[in-house]
């Protein structure tokens, strides 16, 4: 049974907005830090944005400050990450990853396609 589940991904182009949300079904979420990070083709995963876990803090990429926002709703479950003005080289699997006391857990992933 999946922890983490990411969706949102799709094909925009460049300019474009996507909005990325990872649902968990943790029994604890709101104990949990999560993270996006993405991995375009051939390139080693990057981190992205974060958020900790009562959603006080964020921090994020330079390469994406100014256009992207986490945020997190702990009665829903789900950390969204809103992506604005969007340009091919943000193209990557997207993928949420939390933590916390000792334990992690990975999404499957959400593919992002960004076209000029």
């Known amino acids: 049974q999946a922890q983490l589940e990411e969706s949102g991904g799709g094909s925009v182009q460049a300019g474009g907005s996507l909005r990325l949300s990872c649902s968990a079904s943790?029994?604890?979420?709101?104990?949990?830090?999560v993270n996006w990070f993405r991995q375009a083709p051939g390139k080693e995963r990057d981190f992205v944005a974060g958020i900790t876990s009562g959603g006080s803090s964020t921090d994020y990429a330079e390469s994406v400050k100014g256009r992207f926002t986490i945020r997190r709703d702990n009665t829903k479950n789900t950390v969204d990450l809103q992506m604005n003005n969007l340009t091919p080289e943000d193209t990557a699997v997207y993928s949420c990853?939390?933590?916390?006391?000792?334990?992690?857990?990975w999404g499957q992933g959400t593919q992002v396609n960004v076209s000029t």
């Open positions: 943790l029994r604890t979420f709101s104990a949990y830090a």
């Open positions: 990853y939390a933590q916390a006391q000792g334990l992690d857990y």
